[in-house]
């Protein structure tokens, strides 16, 4: 049935309920095309029903009484009854927006059809799943500019570095640019965002620094943040590639790590220092049966995820400032850094120090293939030799003290 009523608070709640599965209408005397639903359930819902210019009548749902009052109603039943002057037919845009494509749904298919064949793309799911989850549900179309710029402004806020926010920029736009090119998009909200300038760093640990954070970190009480802080300084190796570190990918009689995939898309050997085997080994022999992580976390991932708030611990405790942001400030990447500093302070070449750290360049590129280990093997065992003695310390087990192993 359908009745005129003027639309007030009082006169909704009074209506009464229909018999089981009937339904009841009832138009509002003020506001043209409005009507609330009333279902036997007790439901109540506003919507606007009109005949659209030169086609069949529409129902278009607003929302549900008493979450949406009855002001709000007749505010939009008014503007769509204006776009309907217009010649708009606002169902059909409705119908439009319901069925396109969320942002998540479009990373995937970007990946499916794009991605997967980019050697970064593992970077780029990395950026998606750190960076990009606040647009994640959103549609594609109610992305604007502002919101990818809020986004970067936010990471920038974190400290993060100014590569990371223009590779997140730059994976928006490629996904904006293929959206384009497959009829999602029409228009991409990065353009005329502006890159960030990026400052090469030159941080890392110094002559005196060393003894200090040698000290804090043996007094480090969690065993899994000193092994990892230790294992970064002296693999050179990078925090994710180092965070997901496998037993399987460990081969002790070679004294090799060897990465399948790396940042650079390719394969590493990363050579393993007589005091980076101690720290595997120590944390071997505690590992439970059949797990596959060096640091095992509880997370999707199965491994650690942010050892973050230990470093800072470890640094503060030394009194080396840290954070991208604070003047002369350490960074966990520094630590990667670190180790090729203290090679070329012993006398390791380029092409040998860019081979530890896994450094591509065309220029490099043909020389590392025919780069064996033995040199670099040499390299990070001096190196790692001459950061201990500059800590005052010989050997790992005076730095780490070896116990039962402890979660990040």
Known sequence: MSNSINFTKEALQGLSTPKAG???VYLDAKTTGLQIRVTDTGSKTFSVYRRMKGGQPERITLGRFPAMTIEQARKQAARINAEIEEGSNPAQVKRAIRAELTFAELFKEYGERHGNKKKSWRTDQSLYENHLQGIASRKVSAISRESISRILSELDK???????????????????GRAIEWGYATSNPVVGIKTRTKVKRDRFLQTDELPRFFQSLAAEQNETIRAYILLALLTGARRANLLAMRWKEINQTESVWRIPVTKNGT??????????????KARKKEAENGEEFVFP???????????????????????????RKIPDGVTLHDLRRTLGSWQAKTGASLVIIGKSLNHLSPQTTAIYARLDLDPVRQSVNTATAAMMEAAGENSTATIIPIGKRTAA
Not at 267 to 280: C, D, G, K, M, R
Not at 300 to 312: D, F, L
């Open 267 to 280: 394969p590493q050997n990363v050579t393993l220092s007589p005091e980076a085997l101690t720290i595997l």
């Open 22 to 24: 009937g339904r009841a």
């Open 158 to 176: 974190e400290g993060k570095a100014g590569a990371t926010i223009n590779n997140v920029r730059a994976l928006v736009s490629s996904i904006y």
């Open 297 to 323: 976390g509880n997370g999707t991932s199965g491994h650690m995820e942010e050892p973050k708030k230990g470093v800072i611990r470890v640094m503060e405790r030394a009194g080396i400032p840290y954070g």
